[in-house]
């Protein structure tokens, strides 16, 4: 599994941006990707999984309505779109897969196997 972020940038606040994550490795059946994020000084915050398989999404409750995840399964690429960003949603953004997830993924990154380099959003006000 190879997991490449793409698709951050600068938007302002109550604007859009859509982030993707190509894998370029082999999927698995209880494959699952997230999206976590890191602001400046703060720790890794969970924002939204999806279950490959199935197309089961779930979110964080800071970004819920806002933001949506989903997935291509020939582009084997899991999207992040995200609108009505806010200042807050600042971070940079990580995408992570976990090939052995639960019926309900996992909102602990230590539960990853693997992770995306990371793209850096900037919400201005």
């Known amino acids: 599994v190879q997991l490449q972020a793409s698709g951050g940038g600068l938007v302002q606040a109550g604007g859009s941006l859509r982030l993707s994550c190509a894998n370029s490795?082999?999927?698995?059946?209880?494959?699952?990707m997230g999206w976590f994020r890191q602001a400046l000084g703060k720790e890794h915050e969970f924002i939204a999984a999806?279950?490959?398989?199935?197309?089961?999404?779930y979110y964080a409750e800071a970004v819920n309505g806002r933001f949506t995840i989903s997935r291509d399964n020939a582009k084997n690429t899991v999207y992040l779109q995200m609108n009505s960003l806010k200042p807050e949603d600042t971070a940079v953004y990580y995408c992570?897969?976990?090939?052995?997830?639960?019926?309900?993924?996992?909102?602990?990154?230590?539960?990853?196997?693997?992770w995306g380099q990371g793209t850096q959003v900037t919400v201005s006000s």
């Open positions: 992570a897969a976990d090939v052995a997830a639960p019926r309900t993924p996992s909102r602990y990154e230590s539960d990853y196997d693997y």
């Open positions: 490795g082999p999927t698995y059946s209880s494959y699952a």
């Open positions: 999806i279950k490959w398989r199935s197309g089961g999404t």
